[in-house]
């Protein structure tokens, strides 16, 4: 089961039609989309019964169209994020909105509450959850980052040295992490 079926799955268990998402990384955690939109508004919403949608700012739509099997919509800065919101998304009728808490500031829920008209519940814990059980392809990930950590502590002690700066001790760690062909 996908991340976003587990989050589908629980919107029907809770009894609620949509779960917003404005954490980054939960939203890359999910979709396998990052974008850092600073002080611009960026949202993930997800349907217990339709396709998820992606709202980001204008200048990141082709990135995450292209990464995205679903709709994505954005806004430019000139433009009331919170209009260009209720305008894009479909019509549903919930008495009950889901959201990550955690990370939802009081500017983005007062303007998610212009758009949406039920009470909200904090999704945090749920997703809390989802993050300590591993999928196969998480743990074997974590293997693969922990096997280039191993090489890279290894560079570093073989390197250590009176001669050696920890600047330089870096460097070498990096340089050989690029040769390996990681990226930071």
């Known amino acids: 089961m996908s991340k976003l079926d587990q989050i589908r799955s629980y919107l029907t268990q809770e009894k609620a039609n949509i779960a917003v998402f404005s954490d980054p990384v939960t939203v890359n955690y999910l979709t396998g989309f990052f974008c850092d939109p600073h002080e611009r508004q960026m949202f993930l919403f997800v349907y217990s019964d339709r396709e998820p949608v992606l709202f980001v700012p204008a200048l990141e739509v082709a990135r995450a169209s292209a990464i995205l099997n679903f709709p994505v919509f954005g806004y430019v800065d000139s433009e009331n994020p919170w209009e260009k919101i209720k305008n894009g998304l479909p019509s549903i009728d919930s008495a009950k909105i889901l959201a990550e ?22 999704l945090t814990p749920f997703v809390q959850k989802m993050r300590l059980i591993k999928s196969q392809d998480e743990i074997d990930k974590m293997m ?6 191993d090489k890279a502590v290894k560079v570093g002690f073989d390197n250590i040295s009176l001669n050696n700066t ?3 001790i870096i460097a070498m760690i990096e340089f050989e992490m690029k040769n390996k062909a990681l990226k930071k």
């Open 166 to 168: 920890e600047t330089d």
């Open 101 to 122: 808490f955690d990370n939802l500031n009081v500017t983005k829920f007062q303007g998610l509450q212009t758009v949406f008209d039920g009470r909200f519940e904090d």
């Open 144 to 149: 693969i980052a922990g096997e280039y950590a």
